[in-house]
């Protein structure tokens, strides 16, 4: 998904200029969450286009579930 796409929305778009912020308090906390809280693992990654990051590739894997006797 590209930065502008995810901006739109997130309702972020005149919110955390830099990328980095944007990373910390929205995608980072958001899969932490996602990973506690359901039974799923949300990974995201950069892609960069030049030296801007200009794509957010997400993984979505179902957690396993363990039984134990």
Known sequence: MSIKELRKRTSTKNKYK????????????????????TDIILRCSMEKKGRRIAFVDFEIEKKLLIIED
């Open 18 to 37: 830099r990328f980095y912020n944007f990373k910390v308090n929205i995608l980072d906390k958001t899969c932490e969450e996602i990973n506690k809280k």
